[in-house]
Every structure is written in structure tokens, then in C-alpha cells.
């Protein structure tokens, strides 16, 4: 017999045998089941990432309801091709096909892109999806495949609770299981059920999310209070912890963030690609509410344990931070001089936590010598890339022929961030902090060979595309950190 397909649908008309004669359908739900992600919220990340201004429309458009929303945000997206299958449905999908029967996609993802994903896969019959008129979850979208196919007409793979509307009108229920709670509670109301395949979550790749090793860059807030001498007061030792847990905790939000909104090219990255939201080991939903509740409780321990002005510097790191994701990573050279101001304001805040003035010589040295490591960082990723014989990373607007001039901007500004010390040297600050400040003379030795080191190994390759995870699996630069902390004990 011949069913006639609803609007959403895609032919328009598609011959179905008689169920008794003909193989049973296959109906495959899209988010969370075949693809690793969600459309409707990868679209939402796109659409912040490309166009900031155009996403604050989003909570209007909701007003007009859900189907209309993703309407909205696919005009301005177009189609995302890049999220991961899941290999066992795709394998799923394939074995129907060999068997003879039919497989459509059934989801309550806007049809553009359900019917795009339909022709990236390439044997799909048809699709069933939400149109500007009408959102495709839960009974509705059992009513359209039993309209369809009729009750116990088709089989149904799915992941969500939404779905056992659509279970409990199919022949045979299908799961992917994204945990044990939500699998004994499918088998409990179908105990025929067959699990297709099992993602259990683990602590790990929220832990990387986190970027734990990246939290070496906060220790800058110590600054203050061991220049100052202020070592030996538990209060201000005290103080100077918590603004390294609150810079910590807002860098961690930041970074959840930027991977949520780099996603199309991490994706594209010979290594990114792992990152957890890339791969989609986390989900994006799970990156927007850790990124929340991580800079909330950054702000709720400056708030009742650090004075104001600490929050003052917490606020405008996290502001040019956000800024710098969503517009400032696109500026050339602007994205390098901001993320090197960013290691000062780090400075600033552990000067703040105490109550000490901020040291300009220390503001100066930082901004130089951060800069340095960003523009090698930039370098580095250009040489990768060329060397792969790809394009230049997408979104940032350097090209190849920028790494002529990168490598030199990065030896000026480290040999900037030497100078500076050697001029604190014949400061009258140094002569009231120290009791042998002629001894700190070697520190400057020490940094000029660091510098150097880390431009050589730039131009030869071998830097790690972040330099911070250079220096902390160089046992060279440990060295010289341990050689620099032993003069300034030895000056005091």
C-alpha cells in the first residue's frame, strides 16, 4: 500500500509494503542517538560564536515556540556537517539496509539539517522532522510514524526519556544508553528492549574540560606576596590560595566556553579533535552549565572571602575573557597583546586579594614576557600547519606569510620582558626588599637564556603548541624557575 508522508517528510511520497509481506522499518532518532551531539544546541553555540549580536535574539524567538526557534537559528547557520556519528547506530542503520528494510530519521531537529544528515549517511529512505510549524518530540512525533506506518509498524532506536511515547507505538525498542538510571528505567517499562549500545560517563573528560594544568598560569597571584615579604602572614598566605582558586575556576569557565564555541574547528584540528565536546565525550549542554556554575562559585568566594577590588579584577579578567572568545581571538595581533594582559591582570588580582599596591615593574615584566609566549604559540601553530600542508587555522586571520615577522615580534617582546627586570635592578624598591639585591643580577641570565630557548625551539618546531604545557613537562625550564627562586632567597 502506499502512505501518503507528512509535510516534514522527505520525498514526499514514499511506497511502504504491506507490514505482513515487507520488512519492518527502521526509524532512527538523530539527536544524542545518531549523531554524538544535538543539532538544536550545536546551532545555538554556532550562532553565538559567528554572530554574538544576532544570537541575543534567541530568547524572542523562543516566544514563538520551539519549532520556530530552531526555524530561526538555521536560517542564520546553515548546515552543521561536521558533528561525529555514532558508530553502532550507523552500524545499526547499514545491517537494516543489507537486510532489506527501510530506515528513515525521525527527530525533532529543524528538517534542513536532518535531511542534510540524511544525505551525509547516504541510504535513508526518508526523514520525519520539525518544521517552522510543528516541533517533532515526543507524542507528536509518535503520532506521525504511527499515522506512517501504524502502531507496531516500525522499529525505533532512541536515547530519551521524550522517547517512550514513541516506544510504546513501535514493534520493537531499541536504546542508547547514556546511563544506568535512565537504562533500568527503560527496561522497566520494556523489558524486551535491546540496548544497542552503552556511553557510560566518567570524571575524566569533565576533568579536562577543567584544563587542571592550565591553573600553572594562576600561580602568577603569588607574585605579590612574595615580593612583598608577606610569606609569613597566614592571612594574606590565605587570601592569595583563594584568588588562586577563583582565578582557577573562572579560567576553567572560560575554557569551557572557548572549546564550546571553537567547535567547528577543533574538529577540524589534527588533535583538537579529541577535546571532549569535539569528540563528544561531553555534551554541549553539560559545557554551558559547568561553565556557569564554575564562574559563579568563582565570584560567590571573592564575594564573601576577598575584598571588593579583588572582584573588581576578577570581573574584568572574566569579561575580557568571554570578549576575547567570542571576538577578540579573531583580531590579528589584537588576540596575542590580550592574552599576554591577561597573565598581568592575573597580577593585579593577587596584589588586590592582599591589599598590596600593584608593582608596575611586575606588570611590565609579565606583559612582556606573556606576550612572547602567545605570539611563539601563534608561530607554532602556523608552522604545524604549514608543515601538514593545510590552511592556515581558520578563524584567526594570520596567514603563512605572517610567521616572517611573528618570530622576530616574539624575540623583541621576551628580550623586552629581560630589560625590564635589569631596570628593577637599579630601582630603590630592590634596595629596601633585598639584602643582597646584586645577586638577582643572575636572574636576568637565567631569563635570557629561557627566552632564547623557547624562540629556538619555535623556529626548529619542537614547541609544544601550548606553551604553558611546555614549561610544565621541560625539565630545562624547571630548572630555571628552581635557579631563579633560589636568588631571590638568596637576595632577601
Not at 587555522?393 to 620582558?417: H, I, N, Q, T
Not at 625551539?457 to 614549561?471: C, I, Q, S, T
Request: hydrophobic share 50%; proline share 5%; charged share 15%.
Amino acid at each position: 500500500m502506499t502512505i501518503q508522508q507528512p509535510a516534514t517528510m522527505r520525498p514526499a511520497a514514499v511506497a511502504i509494503p504491506d507490514p505482513g509481506a515487507a520488512p519492518v522499518p527502521l526509524v532512527v532518532d538523530v539527536d544524542g542517538t545518531l549523531i554524538v551531539s544535538d543539532f538544536l544546541h550545536e546551532s545555538a553555540l554556532r550562532l553565538a560564536a559567528e554572530r554574538p549580536f544576532t544570537a541575543a535574539l534567541i530568547p524572542f524567538w523562543l516566544i514563538g515556540g520551539r519549532a520556530r526557534l530552531k526555524a530561526h537559528i538555521n536560517d542564520h547557520v546553515g548546515i552543521l556537517s561536521d558533528i561525529p556519528l555514532r558508530q553502532s547506530v550507523v552500524d545499526l542503520i547499514h545491517t537494516a539496509k543489507a537486510e532489506g528494510r527501510p530506515v528513515y530519521l525521525a527527530s525533532a531537529s529543524d528538517h534542513r539539517q536532518v535531511q542534510a544528515l540524511a544525505d551525509r549517511i547516504g541510504v535513508i529512505d526518508g526523514v520525519f522532522a520539525t518544521s517552522a510549524g510543528r516541533n517533532l518530540a515526543g507524542s507528536a512525533k509518535a503520532e506521525t510514524l504511527v499515522e506512517a506506518f501504524g502502531a507496531g509498524g516500525y522499529d525505533y532506536v532512541a536515547d530519551a526519556d521524550v522517547d517512550f511515547p514513541v516506544w510504546r507505538s513501535a514493534r520493537q525498542v531499541l536504546v542508547v544508553s547514556h546511563g544506568t538510571a535512565f537504562e533500568k528505567r527503560v527496561l522497566a517499562a520494556f523489558p524486551a528492549a535491546t540496548v544497542v549500545d552503552r556511553t557510560r560517563r566518567s570524571a575524566s573528560p569533565y576533568l579536562r574540560v577543567l584544563r587542571v594544568h592550565q591553573w600553572a598560569k594562576n600561580a602568577l597571584v603569588f607574585l605579590p606576596l612574595v615580593l612583598n615579604h608577606s610569606y609569613a602572614d597566614p592571612g594574606q598566605v590565605l587570601a592569595t590560595l583563594l584568588a588562586f582558586l577563583c582565578f582557577s575556576f573562572a579560567a576553567s569557565s572560560a575554557y569551557a566556553l572557548n572549546d564550546l564555541l571553537d567547535l567547528p574547528a577543533d574538529r577540524r584540528h589534527p588533535t583538537k579533535h579529541r577535546r571532549p565536546f569535539a569528540a563528544g565525550a561531553v555534551a554541549v549542554s553539560h559545557g554551558v552549565v559547568m561553565s556557569a556554575l564554575l564562574i559563579l562559585s568563582a565570584f560567590a568566594i571573592g564575594f564573601l572571602a576577598l575584598p571588593p577590588a579583588f572582584l573588581a579584577v576578577l570581573g574584568a579578567y572574566f569579561v575580557a575573557t568571554v570578549t576575547y572568545s567570542l571576538i577578540l581571538k579573531r583580531k590579528v595581533f589584537v588576540d596575542v597583546v590580550v592574552l599576554g594582559g591577561l597573565y598581568a591582570v592575573r597580577v593585579l588580582g593577587g596584589a588586590a586579594a592582599i591589599g598590596a599596591p600593584g608593582s608596575n615593574w611586575l606588570l611590565m615584566l609579565c606583559l612582556f614576557l606573556f606576550l612572547c609566549l602567545a605570539i611563539a604559540k601563534r608561530y607554532t601553530e602556523l608552522a604545524a600547519k604549514e608543515a601538514a600542508g593545510g590552511p592556515p587555522p581558520s578563524g584567526r586571520g594570520y596567514r603563512f606569510e605572517d610567521m616572517r615577522v611573528l618570530l622576530p615580534l616574539a624575540a623583541a617582546s621576551g628580550y623586552m620582558s629581560v630589560l625590564v627586570v635589569a631596570l628593577y635592578m637599579n630601582s630603590e624598591q630592590v634596595t629596601v626588599l633585598y639584602s643582597n639585591p646584586d645577586v638577582l643580577w643572575l636572574t636576568c641570565v637565567i631569563q635570557l637564556y629561557w627566552v632564547s630557548r623557547v624562540l629556538i625551539l619555535a623556529n626548529r618546531g619542537e614547541l609544544h603548541e601550548d606553551p604553558v604545557v611546555f614549561a610544565l613537562r621541560d625539565r630545562i625550564s624547571w630548572l630555571c624557575a628552581l635557579g631563579v627562586l633560589s636568588l631571590v632567597v638568596v637576595a632577601v
